[in-house]
């Protein structure tokens, strides 16, 4: 699967990393319904971390579709609170 980080690029993950992503993305969804924002921040940037550790960058010059768009690691609460689906940010 391709995915977007905003403002960053793409990188290729494999569909098994996707468990261990969901964990973090229930965690992030959580702490937006409750507007813990010191919550949000630490697992937003931990989830964009793992990720970039997990996932395999394409090139700057790359023009693949994007199946999931996560946002930059600067982005408020209220701004990922608008790009959240009943599932979060990752479905599934």
């Known amino acids: 699967m391709i995915v977007r980080i905003m403002g960053e690029g793409q990188v290729r993950l494999a569909d098994g ?14 702490e937006v319904e409750k507007g ?29 579709p994007s199946e999931l768009i996560l946002p930059a690691a600067d982005a408020t609460l209220e701004e990922v ?3 959240l689906s009943d599932d979060g940010l990752i479905p599934g």
Do not use: I, Q, S, W
Not at 39 to 58: S, Y
């Open 81 to 83: 609170r608008d790009m």
């Open 17 to 30: 990393h996707f468990t261990e992503l969901n964990r973090l993305d229930d965690e992030l969804l959580a």
């Open 36 to 64: 813990d924002g010191p919550g949000f921040h630490r697992t937003l940037a931990a989830l964009l971390a793992k990720v970039r550790e997990l996932g395999d960058p394409l090139p700057d010059d790359a023009l693949e």
